[in-house]
């Protein structure tokens, strides 16, 4: 079959995504990342672009049971970065050439924390002149927080649904954390203007391939502009950590697992931006590359400052823990040169699927 052409005439089906998701074929995987490159190459062009990571806090007051800086975890050294360290982190992204910035951070809620965000924002955009592209992820707000914070300059906002299917979104969170609550974000995410990135968690005890399709089919139907989705890595401070067994012996299923979801909402999705996440780095050392070469475009390289970086350990084994920024870069440079793709320096890297529904929405 050629899901290139199918994916051009909008015909990926229900099925097509199940058959993408169980091949262990590696001929067929081949021409089936080969199709997702080149539906990327068509609507999002051969670029990628980058957004330096700041990770501006590990205090979170989430407690889900797969995550390393959940609540619960005594042990992890807690901070919180000054502003003006954040501000760092985003002036060289821009002067790195980066183009834009994410600003990631634990799950706070609280009039303070809304401000010290937006007091950050607003002074990115001063010294940058509004030249850096600013995309944050820091769990569920209300709405007029998310408003503040777009009216301040952030234009793109992440937040996973971790699962579409609500029971498996039951099985990794705590009671108190409500599906419908994550979804209504969602929407006020949307509402309020931003460019609206989700995700899941990819590789999750119970979760079958009709749930990963399903989360496919939940991209395109709340029609998102960015995904960010990567495969579940156990952390060994959490509930989770014996979740998967063997996984030493697992990574490679994890990892191809993860680049197979890429392709396939490269192939469904075709304009959005998809990232080559950090944990597909974290399986093996040409993770990101393979999720460049299925679909993906676009990579955050880490410029959290080492001291802080060590603490921010959502999963076992994160790279780059030890490596400076200024290493980062070369590094990500050659690698991705040697695929033979280019970096969008200096360019925000927006969705084209956003600007195409807002188009759209413009016209009836
Ligand atoms: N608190 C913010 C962002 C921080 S966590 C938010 O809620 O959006 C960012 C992402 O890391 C999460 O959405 C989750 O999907 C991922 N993550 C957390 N623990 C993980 C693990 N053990 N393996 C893989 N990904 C994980």
Same mark, same amino acid.
């Given at each position: 079959v050629d899901l290139y052409e199918k994916s051009l005439v909008d015909r990926i089906s229900h099925k097509d995504l199940i058959s993408i998701l169980s091949c262990q074929d590696e001929v067929k995987l081949d021409s089936i990342f080969k199709n997702a490159y080149q539906v990327k190459s068509h609507f999002v062009g051969r670029k990628v672009f980058l957004r330096g990571l700041v990770e501006c806090s590990n205090i979170c007051a989430l407690d889900c049971y797969?995550? *390393?800086?959940? @609540?619960?975890? @005594?042990s992890v050294p807690r901070y919180r970065m000054s502003s003006k360290e954040v501000v760092q982190g985003a002036v060289e992204s821009w002067k790195n050439n980066y183009g834009s910035v994410v600003i990631q951070g634990g799950e706070i809620s609280s009039p303070e924390f809304s401000d010290y965000i937006e007091n950050i924002l607003k002074e990115i955009r001063q010294v940058t002149g509004g030249e850096l592209g600013i995309t944050l992820s820091l769990g569920e707000q209300s709405e007029e927080t998310y408003a503040r914070w777009r009216e301040a300059g952030a234009h793109r906002y992440l937040l996973r649904?971790?699962?579409?299917n609500p029971e498996l979104f039951a099985s990794l969170h705590p009671p108190k954390q409500q599906f419908d609550t994550r979804l209504e974000a969602l929407a006020l995410l949307k509402k309020t203007g931003y460019q609206v990135g989700t995700g899941v968690l990819i590789g999750v005890p119970g979760q079958t391939v009709e749930d990963l399709a399903g989360d496919l089919e939940f991209f395109r139907e709340i029609d998102v502009d960015m995904i960010g989705m990567g495969p579940f890595i156990p952390h060994?401070?959490?509930?989770? @950590?014996?979740?998967?067994?063997d996984f030493e012996q697992r990574k490679e299923e994890q990892l191809l697992l993860g680049v197979k979801m890429i392709a396939a909402a490269r192939l469904l999705l075709r304009d959005v931006n998809i990232a080559s996440t950090t944990a597909l780095e974290t399986l093996s050392s040409d993770g990101r590359n393979r999720g460049l070469l299925a679909g993906a475009n676009v990579v955050m390289p880490n410029v959290t400052d080492p001291g802080y970086k060590v603490s921010y350990t959502l999963y076992d084994g994160k790279p780059g823990t030890g490596q400076t920024s200024d290493e980062g870069r070369i590094n990500l440079e050659k690698s991705i040169a040697s695929i033979g793709e280019s970096i969008g320096y200096g360019?925000? *890297?927006?969705?084209r699927h956003y600007f195409n529904r807002i188009s759209a929405a413009d016209n009836c």
């Open positions: 797969y995550c *390393g800086i959940r @609540k619960s975890i @005594k649904i971790e699962s579409s060994a401070l959490t509930p989770m @950590k014996d979740a998967i067994p360019e925000w *890297g927006d969705s």
